[in-house]
DNA sequence: ATTCATCTTTACGTTTACGTAAACTTCCTT
DNA sequence: AAGGAAGTTTACGTAAACGTAAAGATGAAT
């Protein structure tokens, strides 16, 4: 069902909602680099994926940069050096400790909204039943 | 114990560990909006409270832009009329909605960072056993 | 009185992440 | 054969978020 193997520029561009410019830059970015047929890009369900990666990664806020490092985390993990692989334990552990920051604000900032929300109610609250008392008098 | 009243600009810039250019920009994109004592910028509380706030925006990928619509969503609730009101809840659910997204990339995040820690633990195990291998031969 | 430390404004420079336009190829259709 | 749709490269432009001098004001300390 899901393996239609093979997509066009376009076709990806319409699912995700980006330019195709984009992706054509984070292939400059090396952080896609689809097949080609003569001068024509193919993308396989990997890059797809791979796509996917990067705009969940632009929702949290990453840098292209970033994004580029947490790929390279992951692919270095099949075929690192001893040293490469301790130090990745490491990265890894601190991108962790940036989405543990990342909920803790996400919950202050959901409070920030629920308080808004309220006062918002109350306003309009106040403002209806005066209108209501207005009609009354 | 918390209420020192007011701060200099290099006191918040070296409290959240940002220059005092960040900070006198975020004043020219009218995110702050500090007293004066002469020319000398002083900042009460309150701004120190805006200013986390700021960065607290930042750390979740939001452009100062939509730092700045939080805030109006936030002071429009006391001054808004009806129709106003009603488009901030609008908003508001909108944000939250974004938020919500966030808090699923994260998720999928951490499962992806779980995986590639789990690799990299394997490998490493794989290369130190070769090694007392070598060892014991 | 001068030397600092800290503050200020002004303004040009830089990086990131694309937008946009120009000019060209390829393939399909009419 | 001619046109159009979708792809390509090249390259200049741009908005956001600061960095980085430069040049001066202010107040405290020597």
Redesign the interface.
């Known amino acids: 069902m899901n393996f239609k193997k093979t997509y066009s520029i376009s076709e990806l561009s319409q699912e995700f909602d980006v330019t195709t410019r984009s992706i054509r830059f984070y292939e400059d970015q090396s952080l896609l680099t689809p097949g080609r047929r003569g001068q024509t890009r193919i993308y396989t369900s990997q890059d797809r994926v791979r796509l996917k ?1 990067i705009l ?7 840098s292209l940069a970033e994004i580029r490092e ?1 790929f390279s ?2 692919d270095e ?2 075929s ?3 040293k490469q ?2 130090l ?2 490491i990265k ?1 552990s601190e ?2 400790a940036e ?1 543990e ?3 803790k ?2 919950a ?3 409070l ?2 629920d308080s ?2 309220s ?3 109350d ?2 609250n106040e ?2 039943t005066k209108q209501k008392q207005q009609q009354t008098e």
């Open positions: 990666l969940r990664g632009k929702r949290l806020g990453f947490l985390l992951w993990t099949t690192g050096s001893e692989l301790s990745l334990l890894i991108k962790r989405l920051q990342q909920i604000d996400i202050m900032v959901q920030e909204l808004a929300e006062r918002c109610r306003a309009l403002l209806t």
